[in-house]
């Protein structure tokens, strides 16, 4: 069964600590994205990875940055966590494919992270 | 402007019955792709339905079907014969050659099933 793992389902972590998301995928994807969801935004991308060592600015970037050392793990990383990112963080992964219509995308179960 | 739109925040129905989830949808690409994400109170997002823009044919999965209608810039969601189950977000989303592998979102309609 195709899985993405998130390391965590809730965080609660202070103002200004250095916050790491981690996101694991053992299928194989090349792709990666992190996406921040809040009610009545629906989902915004933040960060996204088509390759080790790869990234992409998303939506949303400011306050984020990622890493992307192995093709299975995807993290992301708050360098200074403020009370504005109390959000549920949603990892995903999908496959490189040539058709551009479709890149069906698998998610983790989500973390819900709250800053103090 | 790329743009994913669903005007319904929240819909309500009884069990049994069919309902209709709204999504239009905004590229100026010929090739497209449309998918419907199901996110119950858990959080995770779950697959349900994909639609690319040549497909002559309206996709249907058990009862989730989608109404395709490329002129209007529309790909609605119908689910028949509701269950409490099916109680969860339900999530429009496109994929176009411009996002690349992006996917982009619409902001979500809440679905209430009641008994």
């Known amino acids: 069964d195709v899985k993405v793992t998130q390391s965590s389902r809730y965080l609660v972590k202070r103002t200004g600590e250095k916050v790491f998301l981690e996101c694991v995928q053992d299928m194989d994807h090349e792709n990666m994205f992190w996406y921040r969801q809040d009610p009545g935004l629906g989902l915004r991308l933040i960060y996204f990875?088509?390759?080790?060592?790869?990234?992409e600015k998303g939506d949303i970037p400011e306050g984020y940055s990622v890493s992307r050392e192995k093709k299975e793990r995807f993290s992301l990383i708050l360098e200074s966590a403020s009370t504005n990112q109390t959000s549920m963080y949603l990892c995903?992964?999908?496959?490189?494919?040539?058709?551009?219509?479709?890149?069906?995308?698998?998610f983790g179960p989500g973390t819900r992270l709250t800053v103090l | 402007a790329q743009k994913i739109t669903q005007t319904q925040p929240g819909m309500f129905v009884q069990e049994k019955e069919a309902v209709t989830l709204d999504c239009t949808y905004d590229t100026s690409d010929q090739s497209y792709g449309l998918f419907w994400y199901k996110q119950p109170s858990s959080g995770e997002m779950i697959f349900l339905i994909y639609q690319g823009s040549y497909d002559e044919q309206n996709a249907t999965e058990g009862r989730y079907s989608l109404n395709f209608q490329k002129a209007r810039k529309s790909a609605n969601l119908v689910i028949s014969a509701s269950q409490l189950g099916d109680s969860a977000m339900y999530f429009c989303?496109?994929?176009?050659?411009?996002?690349?592998?992006?996917?982009?979102f619409g902001k979500g309609t809440t679905l209430s099933v009641s008994s």
């Open positions: 990875s088509y390759d080790v060592k790869m990234k």
């Open positions: 995903a992964s999908s496959l490189f494919s040539l058709a551009a219509s479709y890149n069906e995308q698998f």
């Open positions: 989303a496109m994929s176009t050659y411009q996002a690349g592998t992006a996917l982009i």
